[in-house]
């Protein structure tokens, strides 16, 4: 793994990565590299995205680690994520990337796979409230995260 003025790339991808699709696997890629289409991002490209974080309507610029980590409805989805696997050890840092990062010798094997679930979890939530205008408690986002670190951690 080497990091780069964007972002780390992982030069092999582990086992439990390979079971999960591949929109998850690009997902996942793009967020290593900040290139997700969040607000700063699509600005940069000058397209119109400037209504705020679509998750806690409070913070007036959308980035990849304001969604993923210092939203407050990000930090309560990684508080509950914390209990449920009972992690004790989990590390809050200020960027997304480093967080993961951070948590990976401590937590343990099941840590990729908690971090790839709930990112994904995440991002889905997001757009389902951007385009769809629907937005899910998070007793549900919890009930997919599990779903899928179960599911991911299985077929390994
Ligand atoms: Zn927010």
Sequence with gaps: MKSTGRGVYIQRSTKRVSVQTSTVRIFLWL????????????????????????????????????????CPFANSIWN??????????????EDVIAFWLRNRPTVGVKWDTIWAATTWTIWKERNNRIFKSVARPSFLLMQEITTLVDLWITLA
């Excluded at 967020?31 to 007036?60: E, K, V």
């Excluded at 509950?80 to 840092?93: A, G």
Aim: aromatic residues 10%; neutral net charge; contains cysteine.
């Design 31 to 70: 967020l290593l590299q900040d290139r997700l289409l969040t607000q700063n991002n699509l600005l940069i490209r000058n397209w119109p995205a400037n209504d705020g974080c679509p998750c806690c309507f409070d913070h007036p610029l959308e980035t990849a680690t304001h969604l993923f980590l210092l």
């Design 80 to 93: 509950r994520v914390r209990h449920l696997y009972n992690i004790t050890t989990l590390l809050f840092t």
